[in-house]
């Protein structure tokens, strides 16, 4: 370890991947073109060439699409607006922890679906519907999920559909990797396929940068306005300029391009960990193998206490995420989530060699 | 009229005044100096030399200093760490009407204090508290206060912090106008007085741009760590790339130069407001004399639905905001405010005296 702290903690991309060039020119640009607009208030759905830009992709329209500081801070709103203490949210198991800490504080009860390797178990999803649970929406991550790297299945997704349909409840789809895709092919998004059951989230913190802070929610229209109105309640808007930023960086053509030079990137770092996973851990975790995003999701065969696995990696060198913090009840010990793409090769595999000694360490 | 419409609706900026070159030579030093920093994710409290800046200018330490997407943000996290439903809160009657909206979102039962030449009735509060209502908070903007124009005399706030230390309730000051005084002196603020019962608020968007959405709010100690997570849970972090702009602003020297010229600007808009009421409204209504802000608050002296005022108003090309917005309990039909900033002195005085014969048509 050379004394070199290694972290596998948050799914922060490397500064390296960061076009400060040209994002100070789209600043420049932006401020001599669009100065009056981007520094005066404005109304809360959000700078409205971006807007149309995201409808434009989406075959939705602009008015359906609502920029704000991150996208985390949009899917606050929604919770705000439709969740009441007690209601059903179901989530995957593993998901993303900062939405529990949002569900956990409006006062819902947040059920975990568990993941397969082709994404949630629908079974499990339909049983507990036919049990009489009823969700106010379904949280899910399709593409490359944060925290277990897998993708939900095409057939499981048409499921999903069919079900929102019938038992009457949102899907919530957040997307901040699927672009990031390595190999393979995309698979149809929730929003593509039922418009109006579907809130698509996203972000061009994977892409761009995450300082710039802007995301997006699409939504079905009758909650466009309602959205809105909570967003100008809240914040007024969001910074017109770093939203124009961002329109002027994919209007010159420049998103494209950069989406290539991370996935070059971050690839090889994807099988790095794969491979060392294979050298290291074959004996002592499972985990499925991604085509994109930024984490592998392992799971150590073993018991283990995830408070005292933390505390050995880190005598070890390695900093952790307590597995426990994406499982909505209480489950989790055993999970270890290894966010690849900010570590060199050589970090990965003395990373992962560290892990696997800890752990054989505690078994 | 001219068929125009006169807006005297939201204190908005005029665009004239935002410094917008400025703002592009600050944006492209800061990217090309803290590049890494400013696109990265970043701990919640936000760019850590504008909170030292701040830090310094109050006399606080930076640690207490959490910067936001302006700060109506960061009221409504303030509002979600303390504020559990039925809990009381005060407020000015009239008062700025975003945060109402935010507490009646909290479920708080909110309490207006009636204002005075000198701000608000401390006799009224001292009865309140006597009376054994107990407010998590006062909410009170004692300089040039939106939407009344007043500010709030030195020994009421000694008063207030008198009764605050005594029924133990904290004292939540929003100073966004506080720099923008055209004549006269500066009282102390309620965190020169008494850091340990204070917080304080205020942004820079009507100093340099609200667009750029920096707000600040300066709390005690006690209070940091848990505002710092719930905006780390809510936002992850607000933009440090606008936060650095706004620092490097300061650090140019840019700043102080930039509210003289914006003093140079509104005084004879003040002055304007001020000689149209004499000329058009002086047996209509009543009126402060403020000394700074946006804002002439005016108080009609015959009943008026606030409803029709609006209407009749619109039809004679004048844009009004609901006087009742501004008062918590059902008040305020009487209650006009005039922002006088993003107007021409022409503007001003057909505004004013449309606003007569639209009064005097109802009387």
Known sequence: MDGQVIKLTRGTPPTSTFPTGKIAE??????AQHGDE???YGPSRGFLPLREELARETNTKADQVILGGGSLNLLDLFIRLVVKPRDWVFVEKPTYDR???????????????????DGLNTRYLTQRLEEGVRPVFLYV?????NPSGTVLALEKRHRII????????????DLPYRK??????????????APDRVLQMSSFSKLISPGLRVGHLIVPEPLAGPLAKIAEETTINASYLNQAIVYEFIERGWLEPQIEELKV????????????LEDHMGDLATWHRPDGGFFVGTMLNAPVDAGVLQQKAHEAGLLLTDGRTFFPDGDGDRFVRLPFCALSEREIDEGIAGLAGVVRSLG
């Open 180 to 193: 990031l895709r390595y190999r393979g092919d995309e698979v149809l998004s929730f929003l593509e396929m």
């Open 26 to 31: 789209c600043a420049s640009a932006v401020l």
């Open 99 to 117: 939405p529990l800490i949002l569900l956990r504080r409006a006062g819902a009860r947040v059920r975990g679906l568990p993941m397969e390797e």
């Open 265 to 276: 990137t971050y690839q090889p770092l994807l099988d790095a960990t794969l491979a060392s």
């Open 162 to 173: 069919e079900l929102a349909r019938q038992y009457d409840f949102w899907i919530v789809e």
């Open 38 to 40: 981007v520094l005066q």
């Open 141 to 145: 991550i399709p593409d490359f999920q």
